[in-house]
Structures are given as structure tokens and as C-alpha cells.
């Protein structure tokens, strides 16, 4: 609408300037050496603009005439742009369908049509060599990436995978935080770098790394203090293989701080405590961890934390179990253990009752047990023996300790599982149990998958 308006105007414009040049009637002479032309008016600007229109088209004619190899040269250019980001399109799909011979195919016509963008030649270059498992190819092409500031990153995360490939996680981390230099904020990067810098045993680079993940919350709070805890245990087992107990106590007492509840580190500095003579702290540390996890590893410290007996006092050791039974009364790891001191000081009746009690509560395999221990010493009615030992066969099993990602079962709690997972064994039934999800533990298993998602 507004186009057709403005061509009404000019139309408008060139028929009100003839007008008014014909209603302004005269000549113009013009006399030269013994030439002399006299033209009206109106034909003589009419002449003017006839010499005018056919200047600027003889001068066109000229100056396109003048382009034409530049003019060539461009369209050639913009031709071979086409080609080469259509080749570039292909190539990067015969890569992600795992067609190899395609994509060296179409990565030869990308260096040749991209001659001045060698950022994308290279990278699917590279791309192609790897998918024909020729690293070394593969590997100088991604390092020429790192000269080009703008393609950088691509150059490190492509290395980053063949480290990983290679299983070389020196190099690997060390890419990795070359990479977040670039980067720093990419939440995948720091997830490799965390689980990197856990294997190589550098904790204090690991917590770094930690606490800028809990910050951008890609792991939470909870789990973050429970990785903080692992740490500091696994520094604690490391030092006491090599003799350093200062250090293995400084990292359990800074581990205990931040989790009372947290057995593997009371365990460990139980023993510490009671080898130096602090058996109150000891205690306390039972106490006070059981009202929130009767775990059966606390029974064994407890026992060894009690005071020394009298002479004359031969239920001074049941008592001290009564105490840790009291605490949670509906615990039937306090009732098994005390049912267990019970039989060993031959009070059999009194061993039933807690051994009913706790059957109440939650049948299981150790309960069957001590049942047939019981029998054992009480009547030595070896029938009634084999009665307890095969309900211990199908009885439901115990909290053990085990691997929230692979179902594993361990004999004791470690920081880093048989299979190189950090801090994904816990303490669970083992039958009927769902698998947990582990911040770590999925990282460890999925660092293709992120370095091909991101």
C-alpha cells in the first residue's frame, strides 16, 4: 500500500515539472566558435536528461564490464560456501550413523570447498578418522583445533575423549580444566573433572570442584556433605596404610564433625579413642549415633567400650547392654545383642523373651541364629538346632553393606567401590531394594553420553 502511494507521488512529481516547464515558454542559445543552436526550453532539458540516463547506463556498462572476474570470483566463492557447508551437513550425519566411508568422503570436499574455514574441515576431519579408528589422525586434527581461538574448546573436548578412550586421566583432567577455562560454568565438565580428580586421589581439587557443583546446583546439600565425608574417610584409610596416624585422626575428627551419625567414621575413631584410654568418648559416640541408626557394627564397640567388670559382679556386662537396648527398645539389633550376652551368661529364659520380641518386630536370618545358638547351649537338642538353622535360610536378611548402583554386596564400608565408584555403598537391605541414584556414581558410568550430549 505504502509502495503504490510513493509511485503515485513520483508519477505525480514528473508530470507537475513538465507542466510547468511547457506553461514557461523561451530558448536557450548556445554559440561556439562558428557554430550557433538555438533550443527551446522544455526539449533542451529533456536533451539534458537523455544525456544524463545514457551516461549512467554507458558507465553501468563499464563498470560491470570492469567486476566481471571479481563478480566470478564471488559467485565461485558463494558456490563452494554452499557446497561445503552441504558437505559439512552429510558429513557430520555419516558420523553420528557411524558410515565412515561417507564422511571421509564428504570431509575431503569440506577442505575443499571451506578452504578459508578450516575450524569445520578440521573438526570433521577429526570426527571421521576417530569414527575409522585412526586416533592418531584424529588427534592431530583436534590439536591444530587448538590454534584457532574461535574453535578451541572443540579441539580440547575431542582430545578430552580420546584421554578418556585411553583411559590416561592425567591428560584427561588436565584438558578437562583447560577446558573450563573456557567454559567454566558447563555443569558436564565439572562433572567429569570431579570424578577425575577423585580417582587420581586429589581431594582438596575434588572439594573445589564440589562446592562449585553444590553451588550451581547440579547435586545437593545432602549428598555434597556426604562426598565431603567419604573424602575425608578415604584420606583417613590412605594415612593409616602408610603410618600417619595424626593425620588419619585429624581427618576423622573433621569427618565426625560434620556427620555424627555416620558409622564407618564412628567405627574408625572408636578404635582410635579406645586405643588412647577414651572410652567415655567412645560411649557418647554409640549413644548418640544408635537413637538414630542401630547399626549391628556399634554393638562390637559398644561391647569393647564397657567398663570393667567386678569380681563380684557378674551381671555388670549384661547390664551395660540393657543400657544400649533401653536406648531404642523397639531396635532388634539391641534385642539380638543383648539376647546374645544373655547366653553367653546362661540366662536362657531371659534370652527367649528378647529373642520373641525382636521376632515380633522383624524376622530375620541373624535371629535364627542365635536362636539355634541358643538351643545349642540351653538344651543341645540338635533337631531343634537344624529347626532354627533352616528358618535362618529363608528368613529375610539383614542390613548389609552395599552398592547402591551395582547391588554388590561388601563386607565393610570403603569409599571407592571394587568397581572405581566413589561413595555408593550404603547400608540397605539387600533383597527387594531399588537402586539408587548417585550423583558420582552416574557420572562415572555416563561420561560418553555427557561428552555427547553437551
Not at 154 to 175: H, I, K, T
Not at 207 to 232: P, Q
Not at 405 to 418: C, H, K, L, N, V
Request: with cysteine.
Amino acid at each position: 500500500m505504502i509502495s503504490s502511494l510513493w509511485t503515485l507521488v513520483k508519477i505525480g512529481f514528473v508530470v507537475a515539472f513538465v507542466m510547468w516547464v511547457a506553461e514557461r515558454p523561451g530558448t536557450i542559445t548556445i554559440d561556439w566558435l562558428e557554430y550557433k543552436a538555438t533550443f527551446h526550453v522544455g526539449l533542451f532539458i529533456i536533451f539534458m536528461l537523455l544525456v544524463v540516463v545514457l551516461g549512467i547506463i554507458i558507465f553501468s556498462l563499464i563498470k560491470a564490464a570492469l567486476d566481471l572476474p571479481q563478480n566470478i570470483e564471488r559467485y565461485r566463492d558463494i558456490t563452494a560456501k554452499d557446497k561445503g557447508i552441504k558437505a559439512l551437513s552429510i558429513g557430520l550425519t555419516a558420523v553420528a550413523a557411524g558410515d565412515s566411508k561417507s564422511a571421509a568422503y564428504q570431509s575431503a570436499r569440506v577442505r575443499k570447498f571451506l578452504k578459508n574455514d578450516n575450524a569445520m574441515s578440521l573438526l570433521l576431519e577429526a570426527q571421521s578418522a576417530r569414527l575409522e579408528g585412526r586416533e592418531m589422525d584424529a588427534a592431530r586434527a583436534f590439536t591444530e583445533l587448538l590454534e584457532d581461538k574461535n574453535a578451541e574448546f572443540l579441539g580440547v573436548r575431542g582430545l578430552l575423549q580420546s584421554a578418556l578412550d585411553c583411559g590416561d586421566n592425567e591428560g584427561a583432567l588436565e584438558l578437562c580444566h583447560r577446558a573450563l577455562s573456557i567454559h567454566p560454568k558447563q555443569l558436564w565438565l565439572l562433572q567429569i573433572t570431579y570424578e577425575l580428580e577423585i580417582k587420581e586421589n586429589n581431594w582438596d581439587a575434588a572439594r573445589k570442584i564440589l562446592y562449585r557443583l553444590e553451588k550451581s546446583k547440579a547435586i545437593t546439600a545432602e549428598k555434597a556433605n556426604s562426598d565431603r565425608v567419604a573424602m575425608l574417610l578415604a584420606q583417613a584409610d590412605l594415612a593409616k596404610d602408610l603410618g600417619n596416624e595424626e593425620l588419619m585422626y585429624r581427618c576423622l575428627t573433621k569427618a565426625y564433625k560434620m556427620d555424627k551419625h555416620f558409622i564407618p567414621t564412628i567405627l574408625r575413631l572408636g578404635d582410635i579413642y579406645l586405643a588412647r584410654g577414651k572410652r567415655r568418648a567412645v560411649v557418647s559416640m554409640v549413644e548418640q549415633a544408635w537413637k538414630a541408626n542401630t547399626h549391628t557394627g556399634l554393638v562390637d564397640l559398644w561391647g569393647q567400650s564397657a567398663p570393667p567388670a567386678r569380681d563380684n559382679d557378674p551381671m555388670a556386662y549384661v547390664r551395660w547392654f540393657e543400657r544400649l537396648a533401653d536406648i531404642v527398645p523397639e531396635s532388634v539389633e539391641g534385642l539380638q545383642a543383648l539376647a546374645n550376652v544373655l547366653i553367653s551368661e546362661g540366662l536362657w529364659g531371659e534370652a527367649r523373651k528378647k529373642l520373641e520380641q525382636a521376632e515380633n518386630i522383624r524376622p530375620n536370618v541373624n535371629l535364627y541364629k542365635i536362636w539355634a545358638r541358643l538351643e545349642e547351649r540351653a538344651t543341645h537338642d540338635d533337631k531343634a538346632v537344624r529347626i532354627w538353622l533352616e528358618k535362618a535360610a529363608d528368613a529375610p536378611r539383614e542390613r548389609v553393606w552395599i552398592c547402591s548402583e551395582t547391588g554388590r554386596i561388601y563386607e565393610q564400608w570403603m569409599a571407592i567401590s571394587d568397581q572405581g565408584l566413589f561413595n555408593t555403598i550404603i547400608w540397605d537391605f539387600p533383597q527387594g531394594r531399588a537402586v539408587k541414584s548417585n550423583f558420582i556414581g552416574n557420572v562415572q558410568k555416563s561420561i560418553p553420553a555427557l561428552l555427547m550430549a553437551s
